[in-house]
């Protein structure tokens, strides 16, 4: 007598088609880290009438962040990285995003402090300084930018295919190149 199981079996081809399209694409999903302001100086204004100036940080393709607080240059503003407009942005990875410091301007096109690629790996200890000369100094903190001691962040994912709860693991090496 042969005995028969009820439920879905697994199907290899289904899991191992299931494995590759998660290897491909969940782990630039899961290596986000977000990026907040710690300090910022601003050496000079773009107004011309001595008005308070209205300075934002933008990411191409995202809204743009107004640092409130900052309305003075030769001024350190220190920030706990908890303000209601923070974090500024989130990185992946693998990705670099187009970023900038800019003055909006009431007349004309807003003025710019300064553009440049921003890179999870630009930060090292989960810090990242960016000064443009006669402009201002920043301070950038991810703490999910950093890598592990040995240079890799290993990623666990769980695969559940059959019913009776048999998973298969997947570490994820080398995955985050740097």
Not at 21 to 50: D, Y
Not at 94 to 108: L, N
Not at 120 to 143: I, M, P, Q, R, W
Request: aromatic share 10%.
């Amino acid at each position: 007598m042969q005995i028969r199981r009820r439920g879905k079996r697994c199907r290899p081809d289904l899991l191992i088609l299931l494995c590759s399209i998660l290897l491909i694409w969940i782990p630039e999903f899961i290596a986000a880290g977000t990026v907040t302001l710690a300090s910022i100086e601003i050496f000079k204004t773009h107004e011309m009438l001595n008005l308070k100036p209205t300075v934002y940080f933008k990411c191409k393709g995202e809204n743009m962040t107004t640092l409130p607080d900052v309305t003075e240059k030769h001024v350190v503003y220190n920030f706990k990285g908890e303000e209601s407009w923070q974090p500024l942005t989130e990185l992946l990875e693998k990705k670099c995003k187009r970023c900038g410091i800019y003055e909006h301007d009431k007349i004309a096109s807003d003025d710019v402090f300064d553009e440049w690629e921003l890179c999870a790996s630009d930060f090292t200890d989960g810090k990242y300084n960016h000064v443009k000369e006669g402009e201002f100094n920043a301070t950038f903190l991810c703490s999910d930018c950093v890598p592990s001691e040995n240079g890799e962040r290993p990623v666990i994912i769980a695969l559940s295919c059959c019913p009776l709860g048999l998973h298969s693991f997947f570490w994820i090496r080398d995955v985050f190149l740097r």
